[in-house]
């Protein structure tokens, strides 16, 4: 862009790991992290430069997982590259690599997906059917082709959902992840506090939360939550009850 251009950053990069689970579960925990304080960084841009967000070195047999969040606050575009180079050039990315990397124009518009947030409300009344709700079934879409991005990653959802017991007895009503697409690990913000899940196979339902509802009582959960890169989705937040012990 011929002008300064000034943009906002939040999330990060996870070191380099072994497992591909443990990759995009410390990302998408620090993700949620950040965007519940609303912290990040603000980065001004010189017009026409360019500037390296993150570099790193990846040994063999390890990987990476990232996840940022970026917002153009003032001036004009910008692009965000991701590039892989050979090791032997570690540390020169900025004075060698990056300046030589030419930047084609798309012959139509870039490719890109919306939404990258999803908000949605919810009652659920205890003693009820069981409430089912789907992460990273395939909601996200590029606008132009139609094309869906498969498993929604880097999607954060918000969950506003009121819980009610009309019943005559204390019931808890628990949060529980079910990894319904393979092996996967979950992380939620439940009213501002951090709940991870362990690796979670299919068809083992884990419970994260509970809370007890006098007879009449009713509350509200504010649910934050990201599908993890390297597990695998789609999964499901099911909400259910039982009469308290």
Avoid at 202 to 227: C, H, V
Wanted: charge should be positive.
């Amino acid at each position: 862009s011929p002008e300064y251009s000034k943009v906002f950053i939040s999330g990060g990069v996870s070191a380099p790991m072994i497992s591909t689970y443990d990759s995009g579960f410390v990302v998408a925990r620090e993700r949620l992290k950040t965007y519940s304080r609303e912290s990040g960084i603000v980065l001004s841009i010189p017009p026409f430069a360019r500037t390296v967000l993150w570099e790193g070195l990846v040994p063999d047999l390890r990987t990476v997982s990232g996840n940022l969040d970026i917002s153009l606050n003032q001036g004009g575009a910008v692009i965000l590259r991701i590039v892989a180079v050979d090791a032997r050039y570690r540390g020169s990315v900025l004075s060698h690599i990056l300046p030589n990397i030419q930047i084609r124009p798309y012959v139509s518009s870039p490719p890109y997906f919306s939404p990258a947030l999803i908000k949605r409300d919810y009652v659920f009344e205890a003693d009820s059917n069981w409430l089912f709700i789907r992460l990273g079934k395939g909601e996200v879409t590029n606008p132009l082709t139609g094309e869906k991005l498969a498993g929604d990653y880097g999607v954060l959802y918000e969950f506003l959902i009121t819980v009610v017991n009309n019943t005559g007895t204390s019931h808890q009503v628990l949060l529980n992840f079910d990894a319904t697409g393979g092996i996967a690990r979950g992380v939620f913000l439940v009213n501002g506090k951090l709940y991870e899940t362990p690796l979670v196979k299919p068809g083992n339902l884990y419970e994260f939360f509970s809370i007890t509802l006098s007879p009449g009582e009713q509350r509200r959960l504010r649910i934050i939550t990201t599908t993890l890169s390297g597990s695998h989705y789609p999964a499901s937040l099911v909400v259910s009850s039982r009469p308290a012990s």
